[in-house]
Nanobody, 120 residues
Framework: QVHLVESGGGVVRPGNSTRLRCKTS?????MAWFRQAPGVDREYVAG????????VYADFAEGRFAISRDDAERLFVLNMDVLKPNDTARYYC????????????????WGQGTQVTVSP
């Protein structure tokens, strides 16, 4: 079975940074981060290919967020810089086999999420 566990996040001031981590039981799979704020659909944040050679970012994440992976440690990381109040959401890591895709329905396995709250 695939197990994904997020950590990090918390409360951060606007303009500051935070780092989210996902510990996965399965290396070498396509990974992505999604987020969901109350009352809205879950949305794609960033993804990374199984070999780490391709990354994809949502428009709001470009230039601010950076995704990476360390398969030896089975870690999947999202660095988040210049945080804004509208980045406030619960962030989830997700896994699938095959190439990068961007829809929630394309991912098979999910962590339980971790909250990021950006507030002055």
């Amino acid at each position: 079975q695939v197990h994904l566990v997020e950590s990090g996040g918390g409360v951060v001031r606007p303009g500051n940074s935070t780092r989210l981590r996902c510990k996965t039981s399965v290396p070498y799979s396509t990974m992505a981060w999604f987020r969901q704020a109350p009352g809205v659909d879950r949305e794609y944040v960033a993804g990374i290919s199984a070999n780490g050679l391709r990354t994809v970012y949502a428009d709001f994440a470009e230039g601010r967020f950076a995704i990476s992976r360390d398969d030896a440690e089975r870690l999947f990381v999202l660095n988040m810089d210049v945080l804004k109040p509208n980045d406030t959401a619960r962030y989830y890591c997700a896994q699938r086999n095959g190439e990068l895709r961007y829809g929630e329905e394309d991912y098979n396995d999910w962590g339980q999420g971790t909250q990021v709250t950006v507030s002055p």
